[in-house]
C-alpha cells in the first residue's frame, strides 16, 4: 500500500467542466477531441499514456504519417487538439458516474471532470502467451499484424506460434510475404486438418509441439524458438496471436459492459451505429470496440464518432438553448468557496505598473479583482473582465467594502469582440488562463484593446516545472499548461504586428504579493508599448 504523510502538501481537488470527456489520448480519442474542438466544444481528454503500440518503434500504414514513432503521432496530436482550445490531461479517469445532466468522471489521485458526454477511447490490452522471451520482445521482433509489421519481415526466417484455434487467420499474408516461414501449434489447437494440409502443401513446415521459450542471439536479437522437446527452429521474427481486453473498467458501473468478440479471442464495447454504447451518452471508438482497427482506422472511428457526438449536442442545444461555457463553470466553481487569493495586487504588477501615470486600465481574467482594485486605489479607472460572473461578483463587493469603483464586464477574451471596440492606456492579463486558439484570437483582442501609446502588460507562471511528471503521491494536474495562451504566444504575435515596442520580455523568480499556491515557480513577464 502506497505510504502517504499525512502533513505533506495535497492540493484540493478541482472539478472541471466540459462539453466531452474524452477518456484516452491515442489515435480515437485524439482524433475524436479535434473534430469536438473544431465544433468549439469543450474538450478534455485524460490520458493514462499507455497506447497498444508503444513497445513498436515505428508505426506503419497511416497515409501521411508512415514510419512515425508512436510517441510522435501522440505529440503531434495533441499539440492539433490545443490548437482549438482542447486539453489533455496526464491521468487516469477510474470511475464515471451518471448526474442529472450528464456525467462525472473521478481522475485516480484526485479532480473530477463533469462532462455532458463521454468518448471511451481506451482501447486494449493485449494478452501474450505466456512463453518466455515474448513479452520481453513483444513489439519489436515478437509481433501479431502482417498489416503493421509484415513487409520489415519480408523474406526473413519467421515461425508463427499458433495459440487458439483461429490462430491461422494471418497464414496466409505471412506465407505471401516470406518464403521461410513455419508454423508452430503449440498448446494443441483445435485447428481443421484441412487447415494444415493446405499449408503443408503449399511448403510451409508445419510442426505440433510446444514451445519451450525464445532463444536470444548473441547481438541481443531473437535467434530461434525453442521446442519443449529440445530442437531450436531458427528465428528471425516470432508471430504470436495474442488474446485482449477492453480496458472498460472506468464505465463498469454505468452498466457499459464488455461483449465476446467472434473471434472467441476477448471482448469489446459494443456500439450502435453512431458509436453510442448501451448507456446514452457514452460513445466508444478505437479499439475498444473493435480489436483489428490499425492506428488509421482508429483515428477515423474516433473522428466518425466524435461527429456523431457534435450532433447530439448540437441537436440537444438547439431544443434547450446554449448552456454557459466550460470555463466560466470551472471558474465559478473556483471562486464558489473561500476567496482563491490574498485580495493583494501580483508583485509583477506592482513592479512594471508603479511608475505609469494612471489612466484607463483593462484588466483580462480580473478574477477575484486583487490588481484591478489596487490599480483603482491608485487612480486607475479601470475596467475588470472575467468569464466567470462569481469572481467579478467577489470584485465588486470588495470594491464596494474599499469605497472605490471598478467597472466589471463578464467577457470571455476569445470571442469576435470582448470588449466592445474600447482602448486602454493598460491592458493586463496576469496568469490569465485564456484557451489558445490557432489564430491566436484572443492575444489579437489583447493587442487591439491597447490605446496608441499604451501598454500591454502580460505575466505566467514558467511552465517548465508544469510540464514535468507530476511527484508519485500528488493528484495529477487538473489542467494542461500548454492549452492556455502563454507569454510566449504574446511575444510571437508582437513581434509580426507593427507599431510595438517590447520593454521587458524576461523569466524571473516570483516577487511576493498574492497568496498562490504555486510560490515556488518563476515568472515570464512581458511588457509592450504601442506605438503613439
Ligand atoms: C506492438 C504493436 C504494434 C503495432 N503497430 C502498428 C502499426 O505499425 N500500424 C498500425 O496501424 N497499427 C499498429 N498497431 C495497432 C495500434 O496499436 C492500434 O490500432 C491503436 O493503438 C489503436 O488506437 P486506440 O486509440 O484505439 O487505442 P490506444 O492506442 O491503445 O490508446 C488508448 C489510450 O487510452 C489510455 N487509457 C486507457 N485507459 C485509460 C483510463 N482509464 N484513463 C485514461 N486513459 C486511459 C491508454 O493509456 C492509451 O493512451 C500495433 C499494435 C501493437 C500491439
Redesign the pocket.
Known amino acids: 500500500m502506497a505510504h502517504h504523510d499525512p502533513h505533506e502538501h495535497r492540493p484540493p481537488a478541482v472539478r472541471r467542466h466540459t462539453d466531452v470527456a474524452v ?7 485524439l482524433a475524436g477531441a479535434l473534430q469536438l474542438a473544431r465544433q468549439r466544444r469543450g474538450v478534455i481528454v ?8 508503444a ?2 518503434a ?5 497515409l501521411g504519417r508512415e514510419g512515425l514513432p508512436p510517441a510522435e503521432l501522440v505529440r503531434v496530436g495533441r499539440e492539433e487538439v490545443r490548437r482549438y482550445g482542447a486539453e489533455v490531461l496526464d ?3 477510474a470511475s464515471v458516474r451518471r448526474t442529472d445532466d450528464g456525467f462525472e468522471l473521478d481522475l485516480a489521485g484526485g479532480h473530477v471532470v463533469v462532462a455532458r458526454r463521454v468518448l471511451l ?4 490490452v ?1 494478452e501474450l502467451p505466456a512463453i518466455p522471451g515474448v513479452a520481453e520482445r ?2 519489436r521482433d515478437v ?3 502482417p498489416f ?2 509484415g513487409y520489415e519481415v519480408r523474406d526473413r526466417r519467421v515461425v508463427q506460434i499458433v495459440t487458439h484455434p483461429a490462430g491461422l487467420h494471418p497464414t496466409p499474408l505471412l506465407r505471401h510475404l516470406t518464403a521461410a516461414l513455419t508454423v508452430v501449434l503449440h498448446g494443441q489447437p483445435a485447428i481443421a486438418d484441412d487447415a494444415l494440409a493446405d499449408l503443408r502443401a503449399a511448403g510451409v513446415p508445419v510442426v505440433t509441439g510446444d514451445v519451450d521459450r525464445l532463444v536470444d542471439g548473441d547481438d541481443g536479437a531473437l535467434a530461434g524458438v525453442a521446442l519443449a522437446n529440445g530442437e531450436v527452429l531458427p528465428a528471425d521474427v516470432a508471430v504470436v496471436g495474442p488474446g485482449f481486453r477492453v ?1 472498460a ?2 464505465v463498469a458501473d454505468l452498466g457499459v459492459t464488455p461483449t465476446p468478440h467472434p473471434s472467441g479471442l476477448g471482448d469489446v464495447v459494443a456500439v450502435g451505429a453512431d458509436g453510442q454504447t448501451a448507456v446514452a451518452g457514452v460513445y466508444a471508438a ?3 470496440t473493435d480489436p483489428s ?6 483515428a477515423a472511428d ?1 473522428s466518425r464518432v466524435a461527429a456523431m457526438i457534435a450532433f447530439s449536442l448540437a441537436e440537444e442545444d438547439l431544443r434547450t438553448g446554449p448552456r454557459p461555457p466550460a470555463g466560466a463553470l470551472d471558474w465559478d466553481d473556483r471562486y464558489g468557496g473561500d476567496a482563491l487569493w490574498s485580495g493583494n495586487p501580483n508583485g509583477a504588477l506592482v513592479q512594471e505598473v508603479a511608475d505609469l501615470a494612471p489612466g484607463r486600465a483593462l484588466d483580462v481574467g480580473a478574477g477575484e479583482g486583487g490588481d484591478a482594485l489596487w490599480l483603482a486605489e491608485r487612480g486607475w479607472t479601470v475596467t475588470a473582465t472575467d468569464i466567470s460572473r462569481r469572481g467579478l461578483a467577489r470584485l465588486e463587493a470588495e470594491a464596494r467594502r474599499r469605497g472605490v469603483e471598478v467597472r466589471s464586464l463578464v467577457a470571455d477574451a476569445n470571442d469576435a469582440d470582448p470588449f466592445g471596440g474600447a482602448r486602454f492606456d493598460l491592458v493586463l492579463a496576469m496568469y490569465a488562463s485564456i484557451p489558445r486558439t490557432g489564430d491566436d484570437r484572443a492575444v489579437r483582442n489583447l493587442l487591439a484593446a491597447v490605446a496608441p501609446g499604451g501598454r500591454l502588460l502580460v505575466v505566467s507562471h514558467d511552465l517548465e516545472p508544469m510540464r514535468a511528471p507530476v511527484e508519485p503521491g500528488q493528484p495529477p494536474r487538473p489542467f494542461d499548461p500548454d492549452a492556455y495562451v502563454r507569454v510566449e504566444d504574446v511575444a510571437r504575435v508582437l513581434a509580426a504586428t507593427p507599431g510595438w515596442q517590447v520593454e521587458v520580455h524576461e523569466t524571473r523568480p516570483r516577487p511576493p504579493g498574492a497568496a498562490s499556491a504555486s510560490h515556488h515557480l518563476d515568472d515570464v513577464v512581458l511588457r509592450a508599448r504601442r506605438r503613439a
Do not use: F, I, K
Not at 482497427?293 to 482508429?298: K, S, T
Open positions: 477518456v484516452g489520448g491515442s489515435a480515437a480519442g485524460v490520458d493514462a499514456g499507455e497506447p497498444r503500440n513497445p513498436a515505428h508505426m506503419h500504414g497511416y491521468a487516469e479517469v477511447a481506451t482501447g486494449l493485449d513483444w513489439g509481433v501479431h499484424c503493421c509489421h480496458r473498467e472506468p478505437g479499439n475498444v482497427h490499425q492506428v488509421v482506422h482508429a474516433g
